[in-house]
């Protein structure tokens, strides 16, 4: 989306799904969770019955945040995105971390 209007964007991993963490519960596959909230047909489609979440085969991949900026703010995004990432500190992240993740988690 933010390509084509043409917005200045970077994303920042914060963790990784961890199937203990992120399983669904109840209030997720009851129709709309109570919420109301998004389209039930694209609720039941994720996370209803036979849905396509499907937390141990996505145990590992990285969850991040996205920083948009407005166009021309390319400096900004990115000191905003060093801001954000000091904040949040040490977190396992680069080359060869989803090895020692995945071997962490046995």
Known sequence: MYNVVDSPVGQIPVTRVDPKLDALTEEWTVRGGGKGQGSSQVEAQLYG??????????????????????????????????VVDRALGERGFGPGSYRKWKESRR
């Open 49 to 82: 019955k036979g849905g396509i979440y499907d937390v141990e085969a996505m145990a590992g991949l990285p969850v991040g945040v996205q920083i948009a900026g407005k166009s021309w703010e390319e400096e900004k995004v990115v000191e905003m995105m060093k």
